[in-house]
């Protein structure tokens, strides 16, 4: 298992910047994959980015140019730099890792942090 604690978020005016962390409570070496979702509202929960098997990165289109993932091993922490931010980008974001337990991916989830940005 691993728990996420997620924070970072706010209020900013569009065109602003934030950066959210989520910190595991296990090596993020041990973690298969490991990222951001967001979901706003009345919308289904879609990936912003998102660090897969292999260390390679997946960004949604919507936020690629903008949104930037990094993690600092040590602290086994995964971050998310969002600049330029938009209306659009408001949501409440979402810490996901995934564990691989034989052939199947479990799926943990942060709580949550809001993001808001005003117009």
């Known amino acids: 298992q691993v728990q996420l604690v997620e924070s970072g978020g706010g209020l900013v005016q569009a065109g602003g910047s934030l950066r959210l962390s989520c910190a595991a409570s296990?090596?993020?070496?041990?973690?298969?994959?490991m990222g951001w979702y967001r979901q706003a509202p009345g919308k289904q929960r879609e990936l912003v980015a998102a660090f897969t098997s292999g260390s390679r990165t997946n960004y949604a289109d919507s936020v690629k140019g903008r949104f930037t993932i990094s993690r600092d091993n040590a602290k086994n922490t995964v971050y998310l730099q969002m600049n330029s931010l938009k209306p659009e980008d408001t949501a409440v974001y979402y810490c996901?890792?995934?564990?691989?337990?034989?052939?199947?991916?479990?799926?943990?989830w942060g709580q949550g942090t809001q993001v808001t940005v005003s117009s």
């Open positions: 296990r090596s993020i070496f041990s973690i298969y994959a």
């Open positions: 996901n890792a995934q564990l691989l337990v034989a052939t199947r991916v479990d799926n943990y």
